[in-house]
Nanobody, 118 residues
């Protein structure tokens, strides 16, 4: 059974950067698409960025130009590089693989908290 372990969150000032990591217990080569999601207090979980096994990426409008997503299939790890962070980026960040209908393919991990505040 695939497990997802997110890490790399923390407290950062506005304008700062963080890199999140998601380790997948299992081979990433078997997973066509991986994504990062986030959930802010009182809000629904939203998809932030996705990457296919071929390296095609997509981003929510709110993070375009600031976030990048990458995957290292050899290390079974997906990364989210977040630059120019804003207070509204504060949320718990999760990784998963979206099915065609949008539902997550795997059980959610524990997530990693990102707090952007001065």
């Amino acid at each position: 059974q695939v497990q997802l372990v997110e890490s790399g969150g923390g407290l950062v000032q506005p304008g700062g950067s963080l890199r999140l990591s998601c380790v997948v217990t299992g081979s990433l080569l078997n997973i066509y698409i991986m994504a990062w999601y986030r959930q802010a207090p009182g809000k629904q979980r939203e998809l932030v960025a996705s990457i296919t096994i071929g390296g095609s990426t997509d981003f929510a409008d709110s993070v375009k130009g600031r976030f990048t997503i990458s995957r290292d299939n050899a290390r079974n790890t997906v990364y989210l590089q977040m630059n120019s962070l804003k207070p509204e980026d504060t949320a718990v960040y999760y990784c998963n693989s979206p099915l065609s209908g949008g539902s997550p393919r795997f059980s959610w991990g524990q997530g990693t908290q990102v707090t952007v505040s001065s």
